[in-house]
């Protein structure tokens, strides 16, 4: 109110003003050019120009509002262009995560080709795209990505090596896994796809060679990673020697090196050393597996490693007889130590000390195993009925051990 009044006062005092100047004066003003002349007072002079100035006010206030009105009824405006793609965006984007490939395309695809930052529409599409099973529609958005954003080349070449793998296109995903790993070395990423791809492959040598790589660029955790690195040495030395049309000599050849090139910190890992002695044995070195399962035992006694031990056939069954018979005094009751001696004993042909480890093992744990070699030994002695009834109990055993791990299987 009081801003009001003191307006108004304002307003007043111009007035009186205005009004005093042109009792004073009226002015004079004229104007002449060629045969135009104007002549009139200067306060006339002057309203008709505070009119002229009021009237482009008014007439510019009129297209500012001609415009507006044009923005928001024309349906092809800018604002509703811009309007249009957030939209698109937003279904698309909520489609996809919902699975609805076909319309999260579509919605993507129109969101890309007008958003001034496509990349995450085209990847979008390029997803439900694959997930329609349209392949080259994805490919092509993908390189549409590229040419959209030039410096958004790890992200489109890893969308692509994720949908590959997704397709099952193990040979491609490998390709464009390797092109980036050469031009972004250390990116984390690219490492773990890399790391699952080989597993998928079950290519033991190349995970192995990538393993240093990982664990430099802490890409897994340390627990996890010496997982795997004990999982993928095992498998590729297990790998070795598989191959068919390979002869013996070549594949312990090459069963060689490989453990050559394990790192030492794992060469006393009793998994390694049964797979490398499996594949001795595999290639029909038998007494040199029985020297690297010997000199292990001897570092580090293991269950795993003497069931091996009592399989392998030695230089000398009576000294690996007596090696095992060693180990009896500090593992008296250890049902793999004993089962191992039965099977010794036998390969020696003491029948009698053969029976007595078998039982002695059978006694401390029921196994199938050990119920075949018992009743196997006892046939042969011509006990025929507790023969039969070993096996029937080993084939139980066996049923049994299968039903759980289908149980296993069915829970996980």
């Not at 009237?55 to 024309?74: D, P």
Request: contains cysteine; charged residues 25%.
């Amino acid at each position: 109110m009081k801003r009001l009044v003191i307006f108004a006062v304002i307003l007043l005092a111009i007035a009186g003003f205005l009004g005093w100047a042109i009792y004073q004066d009226s002015g004079y003003v004229l104007i002449s050019y060629d045969r135009f002349r104007y002549e009139s007072s200067f306060w006339i002079f002057l309203g008709l120009i505070a009119c002229l100035w009021l009237l482009a006010m008014v007439l510019h206030w009129l297209l500012g509002l001609l415009h507006a009105s044009g923005t928001l009824v024309n349906p092809w405006s800018r604002r509703h262009r811009a309007r249009r793609v957030a939209k698109a965006s937003r279904s698309g984007l909520r489609e996809l995560a919902e699975g609805q490939w076909s319309h999260a395309l579509g919605h993507l695809r129109i969101a890309a080709e007008h958003d001034r930052q496509p990349l995450v529409h085209y990847l979008g599409a390029a997803r439900a795209a694959s997930e329609l099973g349209e392949h080259e529609q994805s490919d092509e958005l993908l390189r549409q990505a590229r040419e959209r954003e030039p410096a958004a080349g790890l992200a489109v070449g890893l969308t692509r090596a994720q949908l590959q793998i997704a397709r099952g296109q193990y040979s491609e995903a490998r390709e464009s896994l390797t092109v980036l790993h050469n031009e972004h070395p250390r990116h984390p990423y690219v490492l773990t796809l890399l790391q699952q791809l080989y597993v998928q492959l079950q290519d033991w040598p190349a995970l192995c060679r990538l393993l240093p790589e990982l664990r430099k660029h802490r890409v897994l955790p340390p627990a996890r990673l010496d997982e795997l690195e004990l999982l993928a040495w095992t498998a590729a030395l297990e790998q070795v020697g598989q191959v068919q049309g390979v002869t013996p000599e070549d594949a312990q050849q090459a069963l060689n090196q490989r453990w050559q090139s394990v790192p030492s910190k794992l060469r006393n890992e009793p998994l390694l050393v049964r797979a490398f002695a499996d594949g001795l044995s595999r290639s029909g070195a038998d007494e040199k597996a029985e020297e690297v399962l010997h000199a292990a035992l001897k570092r580090q006694f293991d269950d795993r490693l003497v069931e091996r031990y009592g399989r392998v056939r030695g230089r000398e069954p009576g000294r690996q007889l007596a090696n095992a018979e060693a180990w009896l005094k500090a593992h008296p009751e250890n049902p793999e130590l004993l089962l191992a001696l039965g099977r010794l004993s036998l390969r020696n042909e003491f029948w009698g000390k053969a029976r007595d480890y078998l039982e002695a093992s059978l006694r401390l744990e029921h196994r199938a195993e050990t119920c075949a070699e018992l009743a196997r030994l006892l046939a042969q002695l011509g006990d025929k009925e507790r023969s039969n009834r070993l096996f029937q109990e080993g084939l139980g055993l066996l049923d049994q051990s299968s039903a759980n791990r289908l149980q296993v299987i069915s829970n996980g």
